[in-house]
């Protein structure tokens, strides 16, 4: 990899702001000054330091973001804001992409990664990878209610979900457990059995937990145990 892509891709700025770093001698690579920005290096052999402090390289990152209401899921959007306006920019710099989505209204846990093959594991209809949420409803729930979630609810287009588990909370609160992730799914099957959605967040997508000491609109990074969770579910 050339050195200047590296030191741009690590958040170092553009390949024209890394050759102004390197021109000033504020880049070593094995402890030697480097007078070109263009040269070949090996991230994961080769010691690149900046002012004498050493960057560690990351090729992926994975984010654990509370989504608040009123963010789209998606990186851009040319009226709305969007997660990725709550994401600072050194950490925009590998190019993060939600995993799934929440609805705009929708507030709780977000991935948010680079890791296109984790991705689409974590989202393969095939992997069956169970999605929790708390839902504030219109009506208290009845058992009736409670086994037609269990069997499958047919929705307003003739589709029928795959067995979800609904249990209520407390009044007018239900936790919700689904393996799928259709558009507006949760609010389509409540509505389906004569309910409404008034409220709803996700706390958790396969092994992974919303951290409850992230407030609204915060995120922070995954750590190795959370990371290789993921990975082996």
């Known amino acids: 990899m050339r050195l ?15 050759k102004t770093l390197v021109k000033k001698k504020r880049i070593t690579v094995n402890e030697k000054i480097i007078r070109k920005a ?3 290096i090996e991230p994961h052999k080769d010691q690149i330091k900046y ?32 997660v990725l306006d709550l994401i600072k920019k050194q950490d925009k710099v590998l190019e993060p992409f939600p995993v799934g989505r929440l609805d705009k209204d929708t507030e709780g846990l977000l991935l948010l990664t680079n890791d296109g093959q984790l991705a689409h594991k974590l989202l393969s209809p095939r992997k069956h990878v169970d999605k929790i949420y708390i839902a504030k409803i219109a009506m208290n729930i009845t058992e009736r209610e409670v086994r037609q979630f269990a069997e499958g609810v047919q929705l307003e287009d003739g589709y029928l979900t795959k067995p979800a588990r609904l249990r209520t909370i407390e009044d007018k609160m239900v936790e919700i457990t ?39 609109g915060e995120y922070r990074e995954l750590t190795t145990e959370e990371l290789d969770q993921l990975r082996s579910q």
Do not use: C, W
């Open 38 to 40: 263009d040269i070949h």
């Open 4 to 18: 200047d892509k590296f030191l741009a891709n690590m958040g170092y700025g553009s390949r024209k702001d890394v």
């Open 178 to 216: 689904i393996t799928e992730g259709k558009f507006h799914q949760i609010k389509r099957m409540f509505e389906a059995v004569d309910n409404s959605v008034l409220y709803l967040k996700r706390l958790a997508m396969g092994t992974l937990h919303l951290d409850e000491k992230l407030k609204s």
């Open 51 to 82: 002012d004498d402090k050493l960057i560690q390289y990351k090729e992926y990152i994975y984010l654990m973001l509370h989504k608040p209401a009123g963010y789209l899921s998606a990186t851009e959007d040319q009226k709305q804001k969007t």
